[in-house]
């Protein structure tokens, strides 16, 4: 089988059309030993792709690494789009010392599995 054949095959077992990463507009997840969930913007950068911006002082930070898979959740900018469960590994954390976002972090964001969980909110 081709890989555009199980890619269609893929697609119409989804109860829920899978939004492409630019669609999402925040992430949220929990880090173990934390006790609240942390949700953030999401910025799509063409040099850094999918990141989230994490303040030099969070407590997310020491407990991430790249390489981490975490589950996190996934929101569009629509209330009417349910927000989606995804596998997701950490793929690198930059720090940005003197641009734009200076005393944070860019953490980038690679989801990982195909097939999306829709949840209801």
């Not at 492409?20 to 880090?31: G, M, N």
């Amino acid at each position: 089988m081709s890989p555009s054949t199980l890619s269609a095959l893929n697609a119409e077992r989804r109860s829920e059309p899978r939004f492409p990463a630019s669609q999402y507009y925040s992430v949220e997840f929990s880090i173990n030993g934390l006790t609240m969930s942390y949700q953030f913007k999401i910025w799509n950068m063409a040099s850094q792709s999918m990141c989230v911006l994490v303040r030099e002082d969070s407590e997310v930070l020491p407990r991430i690494k790249v390489g981490d898979i975490l589950d996190m959740r996934y929101y569009t900018g629509s209330s009417t789009s349910p927000c989606e469960d995804l596998k997701t590994e950490i793929r690198h954390i930059t720090k940005d010392e003197n641009g734009r976002f200076k005393g944070h972090y860019l953490v980038g964001l690679s989801i990982l599995n195909e097939e999306s969980q829709p949840v209801t909110h």
